[in-house]
């Protein structure tokens, strides 16, 4: 069986790193990105769905103000 609790802080926590270590600007736009990932953990906590799972991430990459990031997709359960 899956943690589902578990999956989606590691799914966000991979989605943090991959800005990290890929995102143009090596100083992440003068962002502390690490507070940035503490910020939004929180919020991991109380998601539900795959999407809000997306929305959470959506923001914490919102927070580098650069319109080419977004976020797309992740596994969607069908009934």
Do not use: C
Not at 8 to 32: C, E, K, N, V
Not at 59 to 78: C, N, P, T
């Amino acid at each position: 069986p899956i943690d589902v609790a578990q999956d989606w802080r590691q799914i966000y926590t991979d989605a943090w790193r991959l800005q990290r270590d890929y995102f143009y600007d090596p100083s992440m736009h003068g962002l502390d990105w690490r507070a940035i990932h503490d910020k939004y953990l929180p919020l991991v906590d109380r998601v539900t769905t795959r999407n809000e799972l997306s929305d959470v991430i959506g923001m914490m990459v919102g927070e580098l103000s650069a319109l080419h990031v977004s976020v797309h997709g992740g596994d969607q359960r069908k009934g």
